[in-house]
Nanobody, 123 residues
Framework: QLQLVESGGGLVQPGGSLRLSCAAS????????IGWFRQAPGKEREGVSC??????NYPDSVKGRFTISRDNAKNTVYLQMNSLKPEDTAVYYC??????????????????WGQGTQVTVSS
């Protein structure tokens, strides 16, 4: 019954923007650690944004460009991505952990994962 479904990916030119959505079903996102991750071919999965215990985290690679947010009424988490670069190209995943995480950018700290959505940044 627990499910996360990402959407909003696609092809965008460098400098463009996309907003990814992660819709949760079977549980409420309000009280849990939430993260966005990405994985490009030949590279390890990396965290690009997360929120836990009332705080948010971003790696330097996306800081100032990506923003995580949530709409509790819709049980949906968003990742707003601005000023996109070719190196942002990857499959993007949302994930949930059912407890606090002091290091929520680590993929191995999560319990549930969505199926991923492809983001391609190219001219």
């Amino acid at each position: 019954q627990l499910q996360l479904v990402e959407s909003g990916g696609g092809l965008v030119q460098p400098g463009g923007s996309l907003r990814l959505s992660c819709a949760a079903s079977g549980f409420r996102l309000d009280y849990y650690t939430i993260g966005w991750f990405r994985q490009a071919p030949g590279k390890e999965r990396e965290g690009v944004s997360c929120t836990s215990g009332g705080s948010t985290n971003y790696p330097d690679s996306v800081k100032g460009r990506f923003t995580i947010s949530r709409d509790n009424a819709k049980n949906t988490v968003y990742l707003q991505m601005n000023s996109l670069k070719p190196e942002d190209t990857a499959v993007y995943y949302c994930a949930v952990r059912e407890s606090y995480s002091s290091r929520c950018l680590r993929p191995n700290n999560y319990n549930y994962w969505g199926q991923g959505t492809q983001v391609t940044v190219s001219s």
